[in-house]
């Protein structure tokens, strides 16, 4: 008789007895009993083919009565092609994926909405609301994955929509829906059948509290494409970002915001970030253009200092990369020879952005400083730079894009790093600047031209 063999369902770690934890991925439940196996036979797949051979032409649905979402896809649903949806609960997934069905339908086209979490009723509620209802969407509530590969197999839908991966079983396997296994099982049963259908698929996909795709890694690899809703579920601002296309480039964002009938585009992208018209003589915040894709987009940066009480020094940062703020701030004591180890610092990056371009090191730099000094700064002021730990200031790459963004909406200064090709052609001044010291002089030209500098703090 065999000795039975353990497999990690996660990173396929073979063991010779069960365990709870997988020592290779630090996965917890993904191994179980697998019956080796001896030879097997072949499968029928079609034989190697000359390259030259393979019709490229694969059928492409667009979207382009959503300009957003077609802008993130780049080139559209390619037939045979697998998208997973992933985001937190209640950020807009089933929204979306209800308001692509009706892109579908509207193409003459059907769709197999496939929900395991939520009732017809609901879905047809939703439906109503989004004014999606159409003859050619068909809703399916199920939870297991032989009915749903038997409905495709037997409806031929052009368009699948699996809401969602976590609550579908497959009864051959044992596990509680959203274990590792059962989702890489069924994700891969729906994988194999999109493929034979030359259907597309989308899985709608839940995150865990860490924020990775709840499920094994290989469900990242299992599918051509992967979308991820982000954005402060809170407000109405909704980020749709691509981690992985194999149709096209991840470069590009779509911004939208969550209306009473859907998800829309926004009127003005560039200020999408920027939750209110900006005041004037305001200290501890700064305006930073950050290129997402070939757009620009300018984000507000605010910063809090106050001194502390006992204790430690609290720092918080929302939107922000806690390391690099530290790195930031320790880079500021540094070269200004000021002391904020007894000071509480908060920073936040509104609308719900996360920031990561090094780009905005500078903003983020000057808003901390602004606050320090209390700092009453024009409204009307840009900043662009990456910050070195030697304090001083590199070029960026697109600065003439900032640049030309800034002075297309009317703003009057832009600290800049000095860049022989910057333009000057522009309606901006630019204040050009090498190190942290030229900066915070710029800082206090622009702020004395606009209000009374304040007494340091
Ligand atoms: N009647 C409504 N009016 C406006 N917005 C709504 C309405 N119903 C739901 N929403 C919005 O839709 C969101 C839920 O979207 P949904 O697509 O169900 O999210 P997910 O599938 O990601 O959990 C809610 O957070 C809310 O913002
Ligand atoms: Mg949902």
Redesign the pocket.
Known sequence: MKSPVFVCQSCQEPYTRWQGQCNQCLEWNSIYETVAKGPVALDASPPPTPITDIDINSPVLYTKTLPELDRVLGNGLVMGATTLLG????????????QLAKIVTDSQLSVLYVSAEESTTQLAL?AN?LNCLSKALTVYTTQSMSNIVDQIQKQRPSIVIL??IQVVKDTGLPGVPGSVSQVHHCANRLVSVTKTMGCHSII?G?ITKEGGLAGPKVLEHLVDIILF?EGD?YQ?QRILRCFKNRYGSTEEIGLFT????GLVANRHPEKSFLDRPLKPNQSGSMIVPIQEGSRVFLIEIQALVVSSGYGMAKRTFVGVDQNRINILIATLEKNLSIKLSNKDIFVTVIGGYKLSQPAADLGILLSILSAFYTLPLSHLLGVVGEVDLTGHIRPVKQLNKYIQELSGLGFQYCIAPHQPNSTKNTTLTILEATTIQDAVQHLLKVSKKNGKVAESG
């Open positions: 985001g937190e609960p209640g950020i807009g997934k089933s929204t979306l994926a209800m939703r609301r809401d969602s709608v839940h809703f579920r109405s969550m209306e009473k009938n």
